[in-house]
């Protein structure tokens, strides 16, 4: 579902059709709309733009949000330029990363353009594993996808140039990728919490906390890793998407996210994994041939599902904030949703595992 902008779309087809003359000459912008299954961090409108002869090119339209933040710091042109780099430097599809407008007087806020790329993404609402075109798939289509899917994501983190993304550094919060990453999620749930309880996601820090990892790594993340951030034709990736979450937290926190949003898509929704997508062992194996170790994963599993619940309870509140869902219906799901209970399980087993160890 996208976010709920009220904006006039034949205003902003005229003012996309006059900051074009300099980029492309004079055009006529057409098929202005907001695409079905967008998220909520930012406002995406796809257009056509054409000289009326000939054939029109389509394009992707992002602008920075300006109102209900979800996220606590939302970093847009840093997105454009790692989606640029990553275009530019390795051999992951992505869109052509086309321009960035600073000048908010165009349309309220800076914004930023990119080619379409035509294909289909696995739903998150409806979850694929319950409908959708990857449900309908045959077994080796699906697994085609994934293994497509797998191939692009590890190569992010074999070929991106880790001595041109210094620029993703927040060096007021750390000393490394990883310890800034930390405080930037400690100071999100913070954010988020506003001082109510937050059951599991308090206990999921706790358990962060003591277990925490002495290796602190500076290294690229995409951040939101998973196939529902690719788009798919012929059940192979022709782009990734979606980099709100770009940081140098290192491989890991990638790795962790992929495997906690595929255990999400299934116990979340309490149905099995559709048959041809690849388990969990597969993903590690796979992974360490082509990128390197997995020690340590478990943990990243857990802050994948930390930072999870971090943002549905912003979710709710943003539901809340559009009169979308009851006050009252918002707080109970802040603390109780799919996430916290997918994460709640793994708390728990992690708890069961350790005490098994020791006895």
Request: glycine share 8%; charged share 25%; hydrophobic share 45%.
């Amino acid at each position: 579902m996208p976010i709920p902008e009220q904006r006039d779309f034949e205003a902003t087809r005229k003012v996309l059709a006059e900051w074009l003359r300099d980029k492309v000459g004079e055009v006529q912008v057409s098929q202005l709309v907001i695409p079905d299954g967008t998220g909520y961090s930012n406002e995406t409108l796809l257009f056509d733009a054409g000289s009326g002869g000939g054939t029109a090119a389509s394009y992707v339209l992002r602008v920075k949000p300006t109102g209900y933040q979800l996220f606590l710091e939302t970093d847009f042109e840093r997105q454009f330029e790692m989606m640029k780099l990553v275009a530019e430097t390795t051999s992951v599809p992505m869109p052509q990363m086309l321009w960035f407008e600073t000048d908010a007087a165009w349309l309220g806020a800076p914004f930023f353009v990119m080619s379409k790329v035509d294909g289909r993404i696995p739903s998150d609402n409806p979850c694929y594993n319950i409908e959708g075109f990857l449900f309908d798939a045959t077994v080796d289509q699906r697994r085609q996808l994934w293994e497509s899917a797998l191939h692009a994501f590890t190569a992010l983190h074999r070929e991106v140039p880790a001595e041109r993304i210094a620029f993703l550094a927040k060096p007021e919060r750390g000393d490394t990728g990883f310890d800034q990453q930390w405080s930037y999620w400690s100071d999100s749930f913070e954010w988020a919490a506003q001082g109510r309880e937050q059951p599991v996601a308090d206990a999921a820090l706790a358990w962060l906390v003591a277990n925490m990892p002495s290796d602190r790594p500076t290294a690229f993340s995409w951040g939101d890793a998973r196939p529902g951030n690719m788009i798919f034709d012929d059940f192979k990736c022709r782009a990734v998407l979606d980099w709100e979450m770009v940081s140098l937290g290192g491989p890991l926190a990638d790795l962790g996210w992929w495997l906690f949003l595929d255990r999400f898509h299934s116990e979340g929704y309490g149905v099995a994994r559709l048959e041809g997508l690849g388990t969990r062992e597969e993903t590690l194996a796979i992974w360490e041939d082509r990128v390197g170790p997995t020690a340590g994963v478990e943990w990243y599993e857990i802050y994948a599902g930390f930072k999870f619940a971090v943002i549905m309870i912003k979710l709710s509140q943003l539901f809340e904030h559009w009169e979308m869902m009851p006050a009252v219906d918002a707080r109970a799901m802040e603390r109780d949703n799919p996430v916290t209970a997918v994460l709640s399980a793994m708390l728990a087993e992690r708890v069961s595992r350790t005490h098994r160890s020791r006895s």
